[in-house]
C-alpha cells in the first residue's frame, strides 16, 4: 500500500483513539495520538502551577518542552522530561486541562509542527479534532466519528473504571464531556469541525469492530477505485 495519512477526527468519548488504534494495526503504518501531546503539555502546566488557561506562560513553557512519543510493545508512549507519563494523562483533571491548553494558539502551532514532521516521513493514522481540517488538511483520507453525548460519557465511565479509577461518577463524566464539546467547539483557533471531506460514521449503536471494518472496507474499495466518495454517513 502507497504512503497514506488517515485522518479521524470527532468529539470527546466517539470512539476515536481505539478505531485509530486498530485501523493502524491491521494496515501496519503509525499510530500518533496527537491528545496524548496535549495531554503532556497539560501535565506539564500543572505539574508547574500554571493555569491551563494562562495563554503567555503557556506559550513560554511549550517553548523547550522536552517532549517526545515512542512506539514499543505495540504501544506509543508518552515521554515528559525523560519520564513516561503515558499512564499519568489519562485522568479526568488532565482531560480538561488538555481541551484547556489545546485551545491556546502557541501550544497547537508547537504540536501541530510535530505532528507534520512524523506525518512527513510516515504512513499513519491521526486523531483529533482538526486533523483533517487543519493539521493534515491534505490526508488522502478524512473520518469523522460520532455518537450521543450519554453513548460517549457511557463509554468513557467504562474505560475510566476498567483502570482502577473509582473515584468518579457517570454524571461527572457527561459533564466533562459536554464542558469540553463545548469548549473544543467554540474555540477561536483550530475548533472541532468536520472537514468538508470527510466520510461521517455515526458510531452510537455500533461495536468498535464494525466501525473498523466499514473504514477499512472504505480504504480497501478507494484504494481500488482510486476515488473517497465524500460527505456519506453511516451509522
Same mark, same amino acid.
Do not use: W
Given at each position: 500500500?502507497?504512503?497514506?495519512?488517515?485522518?479521524?477526527?470527532?468529539?470527546?468519548?466517539?470512539?476515536?483513539?481505539?478505531?485509530?488504534?486498530?485501523?493502524?494495526?491491521?494496515?501496519?503504518?503509525?499510530?500518533?495520538?496527537?491528545?496524548?501531546?496535549?495531554?503532556?503539555?497539560?501535565?506539564?502546566?500543572?505539574?508547574?502551577?500554571?493555569?491551563?488557561?494562562?495563554?503567555?506562560?503557556?506559550?513560554?513553557?511549550?517553548?523547550?518542552?522536552?517532549?517526545?512519543?515512542?512506539?514499543? %510493545?505495540?504501544?506509543?508512549?508518552?515521554?515528559?522530561?525523560?519520564?513516561?507519563?503515558?499512564?499519568?494523562?489519562?485522568?479526568?483533571?488532565?482531560?480538561?486541562?488538555?481541551?484547556?491548553?489545546?485551545?491556546?494558539?502557541?501550544?497547537?502551532?508547537?504540536?501541530?509542527?510535530?505532528?507534520?514532521?512524523?506525518?512527513?516521513?510516515?504512513?499513519?493514522?491521526?486523531?483529533?479534532?482538526?486533523?483533517?481540517?487543519?493539521?493534515?488538511?491534505?490526508?488522502? #483520507?478524512? #473520518?469523522?466519528?460520532?455518537?450521543? !453525548?450519554?453513548?460517549?460519557?457511557?463509554?468513557?465511565?467504562?474505560? %475510566?473504571?476498567?483502570?482502577?479509577?473509582?473515584?468518579?461518577?457517570?454524571?461527572?463524566?457527561?459533564?466533562?464531556?459536554?464542558?469540553?464539546?463545548?469548549?473544543?467547539?467554540?474555540?477561536?483557533?483550530?475548533?472541532?469541525?468536520?472537514?468538508?471531506?470527510?466520510?461521517?460514521?455515526?458510531?452510537?449503536?455500533?461495536?468498535?469492530?464494525?466501525? !473498523?471494518?466499514?473504514?477499512?472496507?472504505?480504504?480497501?474499495?478507494?484504494?481500488?477505485? %482510486?476515488?473517497?466518495?465524500?460527505? %456519506?454517513? #453511516?451509522?
Amino acid at each position: 500500500m502507497a504512503k497514506m495519512c488517515i485522518a479521524i477526527d470527532g468529539p470527546a468519548g466517539a470512539g476515536k483513539s481505539t478505531v485509530a488504534k486498530r485501523i493502524a494495526e491491521m494496515l501496519d503504518i503509525l499510530y500518533l495520538d496527537t491528545g496524548a501531546m496535549y495531554r503532556a503539555v497539560a501535565l506539564k502546566a500543572i505539574t508547574e502551577g500554571i493555569d491551563t488557561k494562562d495563554e503567555e506562560k503557556l506559550s513560554n513553557l511549550v517553548e523547550d518542552i522536552d517532549l517526545r512519543v515512542e512506539y514499543f %510493545q505495540n504501544k506509543q508512549h508518552v515521554f515528559l522530561d525523560n519520564e513516561d507519563v503515558t499512564d499519568k494523562i489519562r485522568t479526568p483533571e488532565i482531560s480538561i486541562g488538555a481541551s484547556d491548553v489545546s485551545a491556546v494558539k502557541s501550544v497547537r502551532l508547537k504540536m501541530v509542527e510535530l505532528q507534520r514532521k512524523i506525518a512527513e516521513n510516515n504512513s499513519l493514522v491521526m486523531d483529533g479534532r482538526d486533523i483533517g481540517t487543519y493539521v493534515l488538511p491534505d490526508a488522502r #483520507f478524512k #473520518f469523522f466519528l460520532t455518537a450521543s !453525548v450519554d453513548e460517549r460519557a457511557r463509554r468513557r465511565y467504562l474505560e %475510566q473504571t476498567s483502570k482502577g479509577i473509582s473515584n468518579i461518577s457517570l454524571e461527572e463524566v457527561k459533564k466533562d464531556i459536554e464542558y469540553r464539546d463545548k469548549n473544543d467547539s467554540t474555540r477561536a483557533f483550530a475548533p472541532l469541525s468536520k472537514a468538508d471531506d470527510a466520510i461521517v460514521i455515526d458510531t452510537t449503536s455500533m461495536t468498535v469492530e464494525e466501525v !473498523v471494518d466499514k473504514i477499512i472496507s472504505i480504504i480497501k474499495s478507494s484504494e481500488k477505485t %482510486q476515488d473517497v466518495r465524500n460527505s %456519506q454517513v #453511516f451509522s
